[in-house]
């Protein structure tokens, strides 16, 4: 076996994982947390990404690395922000079909526009000339170096996800998701809260897509369809919903097995891996979301347990 | 002027199988609440199954579209009984149940390629006749689908409406305890809904795959289109669905002929029935019923 | 009970009106008020036979039902003619009128202690960039939240509301800790002990002679008669009687007559 061809493979699974690992964190304060059915991930994900590599690509920057990709990092994560303002305001005040439709219908515009546009973006050829903002060596080396980057990102959005669960703003989310009718009687603007937790959330997801275009250095609108929701979907779910870890541990166990696991470790013919292996790992993930909400809903890690929690917060 | 005539034409026989397919959506959508993104792939499998009933056994098309339709009823009834039944049963509630029919939706989809095969499938038929029609040409097969579409449209809507059987199925959405009480048996009178949402479905997908390609793809992209149909058509009840359907569909083809660009025509419906579902409920709210 | 009352009115009471209001279902009219003031006395009972409509009144007045017709205006001195009507359930609360649920309903994924906190916290604390700000707001309201759990017999404040009465019970201590202005209850004892019934009261009364205006619905007529300085009588929609419960008393007559056999 080639070793540097396994490691380039390990590394790209590696970057999959934390990428998703990242969006499913996201999702679990939307979706966990505040119970508002975001199905379209993949927009805000591929808004920032084309955000990202048109603003990269297409505008005579007077400055070098790392400025351009910042200020490109910065635009794409300040248009998947006013992204989820507008999807965010559009769900506030909507039940669980308007929120569907609403996130569904966005991604959907993401994808024409992308495919379009062919002008700015490529179209459905795709557009190359993003880049690393550094350059330290092998092709490898600098993949490497972006995955250990993308790590840290997602480390901070775990961070902050578990301290969502242990402060006020947590609560609010929480009570959302319960019970907003009594939630509002209480006096909480819920629909703002709800606006404020898409705007800082999409901008995540947004900043998330825009590491992943300068990974593959490539955009392609092939990555605007429900693959990448699918995958963020299924690893909150399995993992637990309601869980900071549930993220984690789903990802790990749904995109972590396949494309590290299967793609990387397991010695089957090449041929399935252009076809069968994806198409199966689709049909699983499907599969899995089926069998996990009807026999154990709250996915491997069960209940939120807010008992405990409060108990280890507030010692009575 | 020219532009509306054609409009209307194509649209109403192009995108005929879209208010077939609209009508089966909204008849689950009555009866469960649920939105079945899974009800994507009947669309898909009705495709499927038509292609395959004709290459296989070399049946010229209309001799298939009885096979698909029925074969893909089956395939929602066993969906039924094998995951949603058993959901209802253990309580599952709607967002869950939602993202079960995403996960259905995804499984089927990919599934049925270990059964189909993975590349593009095309029917296997002779090139049709070409109708003229106000001046427009117009392939025999999609007057076919016109007609179809109208003669099930017609008969579903007296069936719900009018008949005696629709008014059992009409009083199973609006409490199934009560119904019972009356006699009415919910498993059967469920079975034979999800059988005709998967006909009418099935069916849809077949008049679309023979009149371009079968992919695995064919349904989902027509999953967003139909959901807003009768999410905006609901609120006139079946009729209102397949006006709404209709009028999608002829602003489609109207848009598609302005555009030169079927995408830009789809984003701009897209956003229209947006806008007016969310003025909609804009105004609901303003009236005080307020969700929250 | 008249010091109480006395010494309450010294203080700027706000008042509800209710005008021309109706709801109608399906062609049954639920409510129909021409005018109504809540808020001459510090607390106030509404009675009435099942299906007068006190609660959906109520409901009305906190716009978590729309009216068909009509205005319910908040009076006070700082802002004469506010019109809640006009305004989401959300913004109704935040001008301080507050009403408790009839049915029972929590926040069941929250503790007890979450509940209150939640209650309680104010709107600033509450945004995504204070994720440390939890040991602070604690801290703030501890003490207030600690003398209520332990004044109720509520012991473990980290547990669940498990029992209807629990949830009951907590409900009323969320609506009692945002200590508003205007304090709507629905049917606040019913399912609760004896001895929950007496504190609760004990508890209103101290409100209400702090400046909280209360408007109780109930069907226990112990706690009205007990607890009230007013009582309202509602029927078929309407607000029929209106004066002190001993007078109110004194008209059962009228009161079983309407009703036909008697208790309500």
């Known amino acids: 076996m080639n070793l540097d061809w396994l490691d380039a493979f390990l590394v790209f699974g590696l970057f999959e994982v934390v990428m998703v690992i990242g969006l499913a964190l996201l999702l679990h304060l939307q979706l966990g947390l505040a119970r508002i059915a975001n199905f379209g991930v993949v927009g805000f994900w591929g808004l920032g990404m084309y955000a990202f590599g048109v603003s990269y690509v297409r505008v005579d920057w007077p400055f070098g690395e790392p400025w351009q990709f910042l200020v490109c990092a910065l635009i794409a994560t300040g248009v998947a922000a006013l992204a989820g303002l507008l999807v965010g305001w559009y769900v506030a005040d909507l039940d669980t079909d308007g929120v569907l439709v609403g996130t569904l219908g966005f991604a959907t515009a ?40 993308t790590t840290l990102l997602v480390a901070a959005i775990l961070f902050f996800v578990w301290r969502v669960h242990r402060s006020p703003y947590g609560r609010l989310l929480i009570a959302v998701g319960a019970n907003e009718p009594l939630a509002r009687s209480l006096g909480k603007s819920t629909f703002r809260a709800k606006i404020g937790l ?69 010695p089957l013919p090449r041929e399935w891996h252009t076809q069968a292996i994806p198409v199966l ?36 | 002027m020219d532009l509306v005539v054609q409009a209307v034409v194509i649209g109403l026989t192009e995108n005929a199988p879209l208010v077939l397919a609209a009508i089966g959506f909204y008849l689950l959508y009555r009866l469960t609440g649920l939105i079945n993104v899974a009800y994507a792939e009947t669309v898909t499998l009705g495709a499927y199954f038509g292609m395959w009933a004709n290459t296989t056994f070399g049946l010229d098309f209309y001799a298939v579209l009885l096979p698909a339709g029925v074969l893909a009823g ?67 097969f999609r007057l076919l689908a016109l007609a179809s579409v109208a003669i099930l449209a ?44 998967g006909l009418a479905g099935g069916l849809a997908g077949a008049f679309f795959g023979v009149g371009s390609s079968v992919a695995p793809l064919l349904g989902w992209r027509l999953f967003l289109p139909i959901l807003l149909i009768v999410l905006v058509g609901r609120a006139w009840g079946l009729g209102g669905v397949i006006t709404v359907g209709v009028a999608t569909g002829v602003a489609l083809a109207g848009a598609t002929l302005q555009f030169g660009q079927g995408l830009y025509a789809q984003l701009l419906l897209i956003l229209i029935l947006l806008a007016i579902l969310k003025i909609r409920a804009r105004r609901l709210a303003a009236a005080g019923g307020v969700a929250a | 009970m008249a010091a109480d009352a006395a010494a309450g009115s010294a203080v700027a009471r706000p008042q509800i009106r209710v005008e021309g209001v109706a709801k109608s ?64 359930t959300d913004r109704i609360a935040r001008h301080g009128v507050v009403k408790s649920n009839q049915l029972i309903t929590d926040f069941d994924r929250l503790t007890i202690l979450d509940s209150l906190l939640f209650a309680v916290t104010e709107a600033e604390r509450e945004k995504p960039y204070r994720i440390f700000s939890e040991r602070a707001v604690f801290a703030r309201h501890r003490e207030e939240i600690e003398r209520l759990l332990d004044y109720f017999g509520l012991v473990d404040a980290t547990a669940f509301a498990k029992s209807a009465g629990e949830k009951k019970l907590l409900d009323i201590i969320r609506c009692l800790i945002l200590k508003p202005r205007f304090l709507l209850l629905d049917e606040p004892t019913a399912g609760l002990p004896d001895d929950i019934t007496e504190k609760v009261m004990h508890t209103l009364r101290e409100l209400a002679a702090a400046g909280t205006t209360v408007v109780i619905v109930a069907h226990d007529l112990n706690v009205i008669w007990n607890l009230c300085d007013e009582v309202v009588f509602m029927a078929e929609g309407k607000a029929l009687l209106r004066g002190d419960p001993q007078s109110i008393r004194e008209h059962r007559t009228i009161v079983e007559k309407y009703l036909g056999e008697g208790h309500v």
Request: aromatic share 8%.
């Open chain 1, 110 to 149: 993401v994808a024409i526009l992308a495919t379009t546009q062919q002008e700015l973006t490529g179209g459905a050829l795709g557009m190359g000339g993003l880049g690393f903002p550094y350059d330290i060596g092998t092709v490898k080396a600098n993949e490497f170096l972006w995955l250990v980057i």
């Open chain 1, 198 to 266: 898409f705007v800082v959330t999409s901008a995540a997801m947004g900043l998330l897509g825009a590491m992943f275009g300068v990974m593959v250095r490539f955009l392609d609108v092939l990555n605007l369809g429900v693959d990448i929701t699918l995958a963020a979907i299924v690893g909150l779910v399995l993992g637990g919903t309601a869980r900071v870890w549930g993220a984690v541990i789903g990802v790990v166990l749904t995109v972590g097995l396949f494309d590290i696991v299967v793609q990387v470790y397991l």
């Open chain 1, 281 to 316: 790992r689709e049909a699983l993930f499907g599969l899995a979301l089926i069998v996990v909400l009807l026999f154990r809903p709250l996915g491997v890690l069960g209940k939120m347990r807010r008992d405990r929690l409060m108990k280890k917060v507030h010692g009575r």
């Open chain 2, 74 to 140: 089956l395939v929602s009834v066993a969906t039924y009984l094998l995951v949603f039944r058993p959901a209802k049963r253990r309580n599952v509630g709607m967002l869950e149940l939602i993202i079960i029919s995403f996960g259905l939706s995804i499984f089927l989809r990919h599934a049925l390629q270990f059964v189909f095969g993975y590349p593009v499938r095309f029917f296997d038929v002779p090139p049709p006749d070409t109708i003229m029609v106000l001046g427009v040409g117009v392939a025999s």
């Open chain 2, 154 to 197: 017609l008969l579903l809507y007296w069936f719900i409406q009018r008949s005696s059987f629709g008014l059992k199925i009409r009083a199973l959405a609006s409490d199934e305890s009560l119904a019972q009480a009356s006699g009415i048996r919910p498993l059967a009178v469920a079975v034979l809904i999800w059988f005709i949402a």
């Open chain 3, 25 to 88: 279902y399906s062609g049954r009219t639920v409510v129909d008020v021409d005018e109504l003031v809540l808020g001459d006395s510090p607390i106030e009972g509404l009675i009435g036979p099942n299906g007068a409509g006190k609660t959906t009144l109520m409901r009305m007045i906190v716009h978590a039902v729309p009216l068909d017709r009509g205005r319910i205006t908040l009076q006070s001195p700082a802002e004469p003619d506010l019109l809640l009507s006009a305004m989401p």
